[in-house]
């Protein structure tokens, strides 16, 4: 089995910043792409940013510049630098890995439990 868990959510007033963090643990043979994912009630999940194996990257455009998406694929953890966060980020930030168990086996999507993102005006 795979585990991603995440930590570093929380409240912060509006341009504050937060740190996201998720790690990946179990059988893990190789993971492609990792990403940041977010919700709110009564909407549908929606993409922030995700970063492939060699590291290139893709931000929504509601986080271009504010937020930056990296990862240490030795450690199998992806982090998420979150700056000048507006009311309109808040939200349950899930964790995203697309990860291969063995060398054989297909690649799957596997997500974390979610990290509550609370900015406040």
């Known amino acids: 089995q795979v585990q991603l868990v995440e930590s570093g959510g929380g409240l912060v007033q509006a341009g504050g910043s937060l740190r996201l963090s998720c790690a990946a643990s179990?059988?893990?043979?190789?993971?492609?792409?990792m990403g940041w994912y977010r919700q709110v009630p009564g909407k549908q999940r929606e993409l922030v940013a995700t970063i492939t194996s060699d590291g290139k990257t893709d931000y929504a455009d509601s986080v271009k510049g504010r937020f930056t998406i990296s990862r240490d694929n030795a450690k199998n953890t992806v982090l998420l630098q979150m700056n000048s966060l507006k009311p309109e980020d808040t939200a349950v930030y899930y964790c995203?890995?697309?990860?291969?168990?063995?060398?054989?086996?297909?690649?799957?999507?596997?997500w974390g439990q979610g990290t509550q993102v609370t900015v406040s005006s």
């Open positions: 995203n890995a697309e990860v291969r168990r063995t060398i054989v086996a297909i690649t799957t999507n596997y």
């Open positions: 179990g059988s893990i043979f190789r993971i492609n792409a």
